[in-house]
């Protein structure tokens, strides 16, 4: 099942234009069957070759951008629905660690092929990689991520969608390409969202300002959807590139909790070491800023971590992105030591800490970073009706705790007990 690039088998779903009204009621109606059938034969095919499935999710926008910044709260809102859908149909279905059928799914916005979209176009690089977070269909019709499947929706705007993405992607691939598998998902019901899929175009007035130098924060260990929607929100904050600058310096900061620090966590037999937590969130980032197979990065490595020594990486792309993982041991970490970072994304749990560290940089005289907070994934406030144990067990997806706990009661694991 491994691919011709040495990467993880992958799989492409593309959806139809998101529903006019973002709530989590209206992308369940639109979403959900489809998104289900696509996560349960990845499922399928994890189990049997106990091989992690990436199941990349195409989900089509319009005018994430503004002149004055990003639609953070439209975007917010936005995602945060989708990645819930897919925590509650993971919880539903029995899909994670414990059962040996996990999927990794990554949210890929890409701009809706749509003739108001056309002067919004994302940048392309001069080396041809591809420039995220928001890229065009073309660009991730022409991209070399290994897919060796793609799904739509079994639809009159799902098959338009699909036959343009495979009219460019035979268009632009060499004779080398993977031949894909093409899969047409019916939707068990003809929800009115997809009758009617002309997409929302938010308000200029609801845009924040975007950043070229934006810092994140986490443990991170065992990378799950709740991280997901926190570092999928910093990428859309940074500077998008523009085709009259498209090699603009953009810098991402991200701080990883050291290993000492976590000594004392539950399970922490289970507790991924500092380099594999930094490897996933680098995956993650190369696969929504980067898309292609990041050949032509260049990285380095300082220390290995012993007594105060502090672990860094920096990854960089001729399109002028740097991301610096950067070892941390306190709350603050480089936000109160790298005057140039500007702004900082936390979950609305670490208010405070946000509060702090802009109190530390007054001490510096340096300016107040601009706070972008995200909200937790919260199963309570999603769907009138949920049960308890369905709001318990979708919380066990987004917790770190309960994946190691998971993981420690899967067959043939040296520790089964789950204390």
Request: glycine content about 6%.
């Amino acid at each position: 099942m491994t691919s011709r690039s040495g990467l993880q088998p992958s799989w492409l779903l593309l959806l139809p234009n998101p529903p006019k009204e973002i709530t989590f009621e209206r992308i369940k109606e639109a979403y959900a069957s489809t998104i289900s059938q696509a996560l349960l034969k990845a499922a399928d095919i994890s189990a049997s070759f106990t091989t992690v499935q990436i199941l990349d999710i195409g989900l089509p926008c319009i005018k994430v951008y503004s002149s004055s910044g990003v639609h953070y709260s439209y975007l917010h809102n936005l995602l945060r629905q989708v990645y819930s859908l897919i925590c509650l149909l993971c919880t539903e279905h029995s899909i994670d660690v414990q059962h040996g059928n996990d999927v990794d799914v990554r949210l890929v916005l890409f701009q809706s092929p749509s003739p108001d979209n056309r002067e919004n176009s994302p940048a392309q690089t001069e080396d041809g990689s591809s420039v995220g977070p928001v890229i065009t269909l073309h660009r991730l019709a022409s991209c070399h991520r290994p897919w060796q499947r793609v799904c739509s929706v079994a639809s009159e705007d799902g098959e338009l969608l699909l036959q343009i993405f495979l009219r460019l992607r035979n268009s632009s691939l060499d004779d080398k390409k993977e031949k894909l598998v093409v899969e047409r998902f019916v939707p068990e019901i003809q929800p009115a969202s997809l009758r009617d899929p002309t997409p929302v175009t938010p308000r200029d007035t609801e845009s924040r300002a975007c950043h070229e130098s934006v810092a994140v924060g986490g443990t991170f260990d065992h990378l799950h959807i709740g991280h997901k929607l926190l570092l999928s929100l910093m990428a859309f904050i940074l500077r998008p590139t523009v085709p009259s600058a498209p090699r603009q310096k953009r810098t991402i900061t991200v701080g990883i909790t050291g290993d000492k620090l976590l000594e004392n966590k539950q399970f922490r037999e289970y507790l991924q070491n500092w380099y594999q937590r930094q490897a996933a969130v680098q995956a993650f980032l190369s696969a929504l800023l980067v898309l292609d197979a990041p050949s032509e990065q260049t990285s380095s490595d300082n220390g290995e971590g012993e007594g105060d020594q502090q672990r860094t990486m920096t990854m960089s792309w001729p399109s002028g992105l740097t991301i610096n993982y950067v070892e941390i041991f306190d709350p603050f970490g480089p936000t109160i030591t790298d005057e140039s970072i500007t702004a900082l994304v936390l979950s609305e749990e670490t208010r405070a800490g946000g509060k702090a560290v802009n109190e530390k940089r007054a001490e510096r005289g340096w300016p107040a970073l601009d706070i972008f907070e995200v909200n937790v994934l919260d199963m309570s406030d999603q769907s009138a009706g949920t049960s308890n144990k369905e709001t318990q067990d979708f919380q066990n997806k987004i917790s770190s705790t309960e994946i190691r706990r998971r993981l420690g009661k899967r067959p043939g694991t040296a520790n089964g007990k789950s204390s």
